[in-house]
């Protein structure tokens, strides 16, 4: 339980932060989208380092020459590793890294949308992550891919930390800041949900998805 806390602790927005600053944070914001790891925080952390930023902290202009690269290329990793592996992925063995059910969610999502998909993604947590891979296994052409990429982690990074330069000048929003953090999560998983939720009043396809046409 102590090292669970650890951890928890480890993962909150305003302490890798503190802790990491502009490497940590681009290094997060490239694991995120470029190599399948989930489970780590994205809009909030964006919020957070707008607030930073509003709190002089950081510097805006520098997050969005970091993060913005780091989001594009970490999104590109992703669409290599979907090319290279193809369908394959699909019927890869549950792990604690690896959820058969999230490539499921990203795959509905990209049928329905096609490359927009590329753009909606990034603000939804877990789908951003397995999107672009679905998108390489489905071998949609790189320069569509890539034209979808740079505009979708351009407004990822720049929506999300300008939110939070700003609604950090808010004296009720500095006193309550875990409240805010909280509200940003809960907003970007409910896509998410909805879409959850419409998938189990659907019918329930048999047998293993197969890869979407690009």
């Given at each position: ?96 890294f ?6 499921k ?87 998410g ?22």
């Amino acid at each position: 339980m102590e090292t669970l806390h650890q951890l928890k602790e480890l993962l909150d927005p305003s302490n890798l932060i503190r802790l990491f600053g502009y490497p940590g944070l681009t290094l997060i914001v490239f694991l995120e989208t470029g190599a399948m790891v989930f489970f780590l925080p994205g809009d909030s952390l964006l919020f957070m380092a707008g607030l930073f930023a509003g709190n002089g902290d950081l510097n805006l202009l520098a997050l969005w020459g970091l993060l913005i690269p780091a989001a594009i290329v970490g999104d590109a990793v992703s669409y290599v590793i979907g090319s290279k592996m193809g369908p394959a992925l699909f019927n890869k063995p549950e792990s604690r890294f690896f959820k058969p059910q999230h490539m499921k969610a990203a795959h509905d999502f990209y049928e329905r949308h096609g490359g927009k998909a590329i753009i909606m993604a990034r603000f939804m947590p877990i789908v951003r992550t397995f999107v672009p891979v679905v998108a390489g296994i489905g071998q949609m052409p790189y320069r569509r891919f890539a034209a979808f990429n740079a505009i979708g982690g351009a407004a990822w990074v720049v929506s999300m930390t300008v939110l939070g330069y700003f609604l950090g000048q808010v004296e009720l929003v500095r006193k309550h800041i875990e409240l805010m953090v909280i509200f940003i999560i809960v907003l970007s998983v409910l896509p998410g949900f909805i879409a959850w939720l419409r998938a189990r009043k659907a019918t329930p396809a048999v047998g293993v998805a197969t890869p979407p046409a690009p």
